[in-house]
T-cell receptor, first 114, second 112 residues
Framework: GNSVTQMEGPVTLSEEAFLTINCTYTATGYPSLFWYVQYPGEGLQLLLKATKADDKGSNKGFEATYRKETTSFHLEKGSVQVSDSAVYFCALSGLGTSYDKVIFGPGTSLSVIP | SQTIHQWPATLVQPVGSPLSLECTVEGTSNPNLYWYRQAAGRGLQLLFYSIGIGQISSEVPQNLSASRPQDRQFILSSKKLLLSDSGFYLC???????????FGSGTRLTVV
């Protein structure tokens, strides 16, 4: 079936460190891929997305590339800040259901320390 | 522009009491609407979705129900809350046929 797998963490990094959060997916067809971010006590916000193979989504210094050959959509940032501390969810959609079904990964908690 | 409103932000309710959480969307017509629950330290669980007025589908059996009395209004209810209903409830909407959701700010429900 359709699913999303991501490292659950928690991930703890020092400020200005390089961040990678791995995400792989299983899906039939050609899904769209997303990263959502959830800051403490808040709802989810769309961080970036990619709708077809080799597309790169980017926002706020974060990047992820849609890799169809490896079914991956890893999130990266070159230099993290304390304000990036949050939970990050990888997700996919475009599965052809009547209600735009989105499948979320379990989330990765990131803590950035000064 | 489209916005989504969800309230209340926090709620503390005793076991056995009723529940009503409301979500409204502005700036769009005929959206798909969703209720998710996020238990402490866990991922997102889709509870209900709706593709139109009065059309509600449940993803998991539970103590909760949902209603859509108007095109852009989605309500999550319970007649008698259980301790296990505690969690963070998120409403979301999407444009039919488009990809991705927009989430509300969530309601933190604690059942005591």
């Amino acid at each position: 079936g359709n699913s999303v797998t991501q490292m659950e963490g928690p991930v703890t990094l020092s400020e200005e460190a390089f961040l990678t959060i791995n995400c792989t997916y299983t899906a039939t067809g050609y899904p769209s891929l997303f990263w959502y971010v959830q800051y403490p006590g808040e709802g989810l916000q769309l961080l970036l997305k990619a709708t077809k193979a080799d597309d790169k989504g980017s926002n706020k210094g974060f990047e992820a590339t849609y890799r169809k050959e490896t079914t991956s959509f890893h999130l990266e940032k070159g230099s993290v800040q304390v304000s990036d501390s949050a939970v990050y969810f990888c997700a996919l959609s475009g599965l052809g259901t009547s209600y735009d079904k989105v499948i979320f990964g379990p989330g990765t908690s990131l803590s950035v320390i000064p | 522009s489209q916005t989504i409103h969800q309230w209340p932000a926090t709620l503390v309710q005793p076991v056995g009491s009723p529940l009503s959480l409301e979500c409204t969307v502005e700036g769009t017509s005929n959206p798909n609407l969703y209720w998710y629950r996020q238990a402490a330290g866990r991922g997102l669980q889709l509870l209900f979705y709706s593709i139109g007025i009065g059309q509600i589908s449940s993803e998991v059996p539970q103590n909760l129900s949902a209603s859509r009395p108007q095109d852009r209004q989605f309500i999550l209810s319970s007649k008698k809350l259980l301790l296990s209903d505690s969690g963070f409830y998120l409403c979301a909407w999407s444009v039919p046929g488009a990809s991705g959701y927009t989430f509300g700010s969530g309601t933190r429900l604690t059942v005591v």
